[in-house]
């Protein structure tokens, strides 16, 4: 094994730390070399401390060690080669840059345990993403569904808002939805509610009965959490919501809105905001009162495309304050597939809130085929 792949092995880093590691063996060098020639008032030995500093910003404990024992090696060299390595000065020197090396590399050592931890704990949220909010079919009969999730925190991979698809005899049912609030209640709340929607789905015929279901399930979700957590707050989370049927055969979809923004249709290059006329109150509230559930009927033709969004993409600010314009955005791509009218509003999005939401987003695409 040669020199370089040793080092490599040492801590196993990116292409761009390894080519890192040559800068502070660099530094060593140079301080070493002008510390022998310069002036005998001249001491530049308590330079070569930046060398083990330096490596730990990148690299791991045992490169961070190993820069520092070859550190302390140059100012023994120095000290031998000026004076002796017995010369008050030097033994000071040397002993001082010992000490800074262990402790860079004990901090060198927790940061490294810590970005071990980061790692293990996106592995878990990744995990719990692909187990709550899963993937949607990029094919479901006649449909093309694409979907994107944007998370308001850095480094979050769910939310509150929702979305989920279920196959039926018929057709292709669907659900995007926003739980109130944020953090695990809400991410609990979400899971409740794409549970169920995948287990009833299937189950009940009528688009009404689903979501009557659906509320009924947010309800009890909302007392058995009440009852576990003793937080009143739990029993005024809600969940707005928009449930779909789009039946394969015919050229329309049925619609329940539960509060929840309306749906976006694109045909021929204009836009059409599929407004509820008897909107439902989000789930969760119905059982403070008695709740009717209507189904509205829309044509969605062969070449249509369907653009089903959460509030958090309508009601992202610019820095002067003004709300994401979608309709608008929308209106200049309707002739684009799926894919790329979310890639782009993703982007466009991101640019108009300056790379930073204020609340999750989430989108779904859906084109009817040929």
């Known amino acids: ?23 502070p063996f660099a530094l060593i060098a140079v301080v070493t070399v002008v510390d022998i020639i ?24 045992r490169l961070t060690a190993f820069v520092g024992a070859v550190a302390v090696l140059a100012q023994t060299m120095v000290a031998v080669a000026r004076t002796s390595i017995n010369d008050l000065n030097h033994t000071y020197q040397i002993i001082a840059l010992f000490l800074i090396s262990a402790m860079v590399t004990f901090f060198a050592h927790l940061r490294e345990r810590h970005a071990t931890e980061m790692v293990q704990l996106r592995s878990v949220a990744e995990a719990a993403q692909r187990g709550v909010l899963r993937p949607l079919p990029a094919r479901s009969g006649p449909l093309r569904l694409a979907s994107v999730y944007l998370a308001a925190e850095a480094g979050a991979q769910l939310g509150g808002d929702l979305y989920a698809t279920a196959r039926t005899a018929e057709g292709t049912r669907v659900i995007i939805g926003d739980v109130r609030g944020k953090g695990l209640d809400a991410i609990s709340s979400a899971a409740g509610v794409l549970g169920a929607f995948r287990a009833l789905a299937r189950q009940e015929p009528h688009l009404p009965d689903l ?3 659906l509320e009924t399930s947010v309800a009890a979700h909302q007392i058995d959490f009440l009852h576990e957590t003793e937080d009143e707050n739990i029993a005024e989370d809600f969940v707005t919501a928009t449930v779909l049927d789009i039946p394969h055969a015919s050229a329309v979809l049925r619609l329940v809105s539960c509060g929840h923004p309306p749906p976006l249709l694109l045909r021929a ?7 509820a006329k008897e909107p439902a109150p989000p789930l969760g509230i119905g059982q403070l009162t008695a709740t009717h559930f209507t189904e509205e009927v829309f044509t969605f033709d062969a070449g249509d495309t369907l653009l089903l969004y959460t509030d958090g993409v309508t009601e992202a600010r610019d820095r002067s304050g003004l709300f994401y314009p979608l309709t608008e955005r929308v209106a200049t791509r309707c002739e684009e597939g799926p894919e790329a009218l979310l890639k782009y509003l993703c982007a466009d999005l991101l640019r108009h809130a300056g790379g930073h939401l204020g609340d999750d987003a989430a989108m779904v695409a859906i084109e009817r085929l040929p």
């Open 1 to 23: 094994m040669g020199f370089g792949q040793w080092l490599q092995s040492l801590h196993g880093s990116t292409r761009q730390s390894r080519a890192l590691i040559v800068v």
């Open 211 to 213: 979501v009557a279901r």
């Open 38 to 61: 310069a002036p005998p008032e001249v001491h530049l030995g308590p330079f070569l401390v930046a060398a083990p500093a330096l490596t730990a910003s990148f690299a791991g404990p």
């Open 269 to 275: 290059g204009q836009v059409r905001s599929l407004d």
